[in-house]
Structures are given as C-alpha cells and as structure tokens.
C-alpha cells in the first residue's frame, strides 16, 4: 500500500472506498449548499436521473460501457508500473479502425462478418497506437507518460486530416463520414428485447455492453491466471526481481501498452458503430481522461474498475438531469462534484488509511 499501513482486504477494498465516496459526497453536498440548493434534494435528483427508470438506467449503462474500455486500458498498463495517459488518443484511433472497416465492408456484407471485423480492427488500430509509446519506452528511454500525451495531439490531428481529406461526405457541412450500412451498426440493446418480446425504452445502450462484460472477465484471468499477466505484474512490482528470474521487462512493457491500447480502441465499437453509425470527431470527448479516474477509483482492479464505471456513469446521466431540474447547478458544477469525487476516491484514496489503522489497532486491543 501506498501508505505505508497495513490493513485488511475488507477494509482496504471495501470499508475505506466506501467512506471515501461518502467524504466527497458530503463535501459536494456543501459545494450544492453554498449555491443555494437543498444537498438532499440535488443527491436524489441524480440518483433518480441515473437510476430511477430504465430509460435512466439505459443512458448510465452506456456510460459505463466505455469508462470499463478506458478504465481497464489504464488498469492493465499500471500493474507493468506505466502510467497510460493516451486512451483519448488510442480510442480515436479504435474508432478509425471501426469506421474503415465498416465503410468498407458495411453495404456489402453480412453482420456477422462486418461486425467481429470491425471489434477486430478496433482492437489492432488501439494496440498499434498503445504499442508505440511502450517500444519507445522500452527500448528508447522515453517516458511513457510524455508520449502517450503527445500520441494524443498526434492523434486527434490524424482523425481531422482522415475525416476532412479522406471521408467526409460530400456534400455534407458537418465534418463526418457518411452513414455506416446496416451491417456495420452495433445492434441497441431496446431492439434486440424488442425482439426477445421484452419491453425496453429506446436509448443509445447497445450489445456493446456485453463487449465490456467480456473485456472484464479476460482481463482479470489474464492478468491474475495468466503466465504473461503474471509477468507484467511482476515487472510492475519490482523490476529488478523479474529481471533476476529471466523477465524481460521491455516485452512486457510493450505488451501491456499494446492490450491497454487495444482495450480503449474498443470506445469505438460502443461509440462510432453502437450510436452514431457514423466517424465523428468528437466522438470521444473526454472519455480517455475519465478512464484514468475510474482506474484509480477502482484500485485498478477490474471488479473496482466496472464498479467506478457505473459510478461515473451515474454521475454523468444523473448529473444531466440535475442541471435540468436545477438550473441554477450547471454543467460546469457538476463537473467540479465530479471532480471533488476524484479527488477524494482517487488522489486521496489512502489519506484516511492511518485512521482506520489506528481504530483497529485500538479495537484489538481493546479486544486482546
């Protein structure tokens, strides 16, 4: 533990999270007081904008879809002891493979090929776009904290370029490609029940979902059953021993950018082919950056982490309906309640670690 305290698993992973969000909470309570709202009032307007109906539901949910993808690209890439700032860039480099794919083989071919085709390449652009910064860290010295970030500029200018001089439909005064063909469209999650007989409102929830779900399980066997995730995780721990036991460190180093990156171009399946059917360019809008915050939350874990992302996908849907509901708590409050959340789950998460040690150093001796 980065604080130098011993505590157990229950009160490490469950107790003290738990009162670190009710910390922020209180504290965001206070933000909402000072500018004039009832605190109670605000919490349930977002839990009910966020929970209260499957319609609410429905929009967290898809949310979270895409702060598990981001999440869990931070995630892996910290357990090999790198810090991946570059999901923005790696999910934008997911939704070009996406949108190559499916512009290509959309109109022409069946779903069941265009589909895993387009999770294909979404996975390789993001693994080539993660892979490089880790090459030039393992082999070069550079800092990949530096280079992921810059990946992002490079980036977002090579989705402008591919978007005004390559795809942009003609005709068409907003910069984006043209409609992807009914292949190439993710099927929403209403259509699909719909079918099934199962009444479900129509939102941008799609079976990208189950994308995430599947990510999560691969994820943690991979990393916590696997040999190579056993070899990154020791890599990350202590570099010197997995030296010492045959571990080449710069392998692991690229391998772990490579699947984080490919972990975040998946943003692209859920985002460019689950909802917009179309290349957009601001299709990620901050979604890279959130992930770093829902891995830290989640103690990069990717249980913690898919628990993070409905946390932030609540605070995201419920936040929309509380600057409706309450106009005078804009976006731009919301914002900062999210980010007293962070700060207090995230950057702080260990500051009341001595507190709970001492209280259970007291209980058993009170006990002893």
């Given at each position: 533990?980065?604080?130098?305290?011993?505590?157990?698993?229950?009160?490490?992973?469950?107790?003290l999270p738990v009162f670190n969000l009710a910390l922020a909470f209180l504290v965001s309570g206070a933000v909402v007081a000072v500018a004039g709202q009832d605190p109670a009032q605000a919490l349930k307007l977002l839990l009910r904008g966020a929970f209260g109906s499957w319609l609410g539901f429905s929009y967290t949910l898809y949310y979270a879809t895409t702060f598990v993808f981001t999440g869990?690209?931070?995630?892996v890439a910290y357990h090999a002891g790198l810090f991946n700032i570059g999901g923005e860039g790696q999910a934008m480099l997911g939704g070009m493979g996406t949108a190559l794919v499916a512009l290509w083989l959309g109109d022409s071919q069946p779903a069941w090929l265009v589909l895993p085709a387009m999770v294909l390449a979404a996975m390789a652009f993001g693994m080539a776009w993660g892979a490089i910064p880790g090459v030039l860290q393992a082999w070069r010295g550079s800092h990949v904290v530096i280079t992921t970030i810059m990946f992002n500029f490079l980036a977002s200018a090579l989705l402008s370029w591919l978007l005004v001089e390559v795809l942009k439909e003609p005709g068409n005064m907003t910069v984006e490609s043209r409609s992807f063909g009914p292949s190439a469209q993710v099927p929403p999650v209403h259509a699909v029940l719909g079918a099934l007989g199962i009444e479900w409102p129509s939102s941008p929830l799609n079976l990208s979902v189950l994308l995430?779900?599947?990510a999560v399980v691969v994820v943690w066997l991979w990393l916590w059953r696997g040999r190579s995730g056993y070899a990154i995780r020791v890599v990350g721990f202590a570099p010197a021993a997995a030296r010492y036991a045959g571990i080449r460190p710069g392998r692991q180093v690229v391998l772990a950018m490579a699947v984080s990156g490919a972990?975040?171009?998946?943003?692209?399946?859920?985002?460019?082919?689950?909802?917009?059917?179309?290349?957009l360019l601001d299709y990620v809008v901050g979604a890279g950056f959130a992930g770093i915050a829902v891995s830290l939350i989640?103690?990069?874990?990717?249980?913690?982490?898919?628990?993070?992302?409905?946390?932030?996908?609540?605070?995201y849907q419920g936040g929309a309906e509380l600057s409706f509901e309450m106009p005078t708590i804009s976006r731009d409050m919301v914002f900062t309640l999210q980010g007293l959340i962070v700060?207090?789950?995230?950057?702080?998460?260990?500051?009341?670690?001595p507190l709970f040690a001492r209280l259970l150093a007291r209980r058993e001796r009170a006990h002893g």
């Open positions: 533990m980065s604080s130098g305290q011993t505590l157990p698993r229950w009160v490490d992973l469950g107790l869990l690209a931070v995630a995430a779900v599947a972990l975040a171009g998946l943003v692209g399946i859920n985002e460019v082919a689950g909802v917009h059917g179309r290349l989640g103690r990069n874990h990717p249980v913690g982490v898919v628990l993070a992302a409905i946390l932030f996908g609540a605070l700060l207090f789950c995230g950057a702080l998460g260990q500051a009341a670690a």
